[in-house]
């Protein structure tokens, strides 16, 4: 079992920054892939930011040159840096992983975060 946990989310005035964490806990061996997505009121579940083992990236064309995600490996821990933070980037925001290996073998599944709240203020 692989359990999520997300933190540093919270209230920031539009132009201001953030940066989230997550902690991936359980018996795991190694994570292949590690992700953000986000959920506005009346909206549906978006992809933010992933990052693979090997540190390859790809990001949501609306927080390009203003977001970045990066990982510790050996801490099995995902960051996102939200910089220029607008009022639109306000969502819980999830943190994901794919791919992963446990102790008992590969999981084909995907487990998520119980998401942490990111609101900006106009």
């Known amino acids: 079992q692989v359990q999520l946990v997300e933190s540093g989310g919270g209230l920031v005035q539009a132009g201001g920054s953030l940066r989230l964490s997550c902690v991936a806990s359980?018996?795991?061996?190694?994570?292949?892939?590690m992700g953000w997505y986000r959920q506005a009121p009346g909206k549906q579940r978006e992809l933010v930011a992933r990052?693979?083992?090997?540190?390859?990236?790809n990001y949501a064309d609306s927080v390009k040159e203003r977001f970045t995600i990066s990982r510790d490996n050996a801490k099995n821990t995902v960051f996102l840096q939200m910089s220029s933070l607008k009022p639109e980037d306000t969502a819980v925001y999830y943190c994901?992983?794919?791919?992963?290996?446990?102790?008992?073998?590969?999981?084909?599944?995907?487990?998520w975060g119980k998401g942490t709240l990111v609101t900006v203020s106009s």
């Open positions: 994901n992983v794919a791919g992963v290996v446990t102790v008992t073998g590969y999981s084909g599944m995907d487990y």
């Open positions: 359980g018996s795991i061996f190694r994570i292949n892939v």
């Open positions: 990052i693979a083992r090997d540190g390859g990236t």
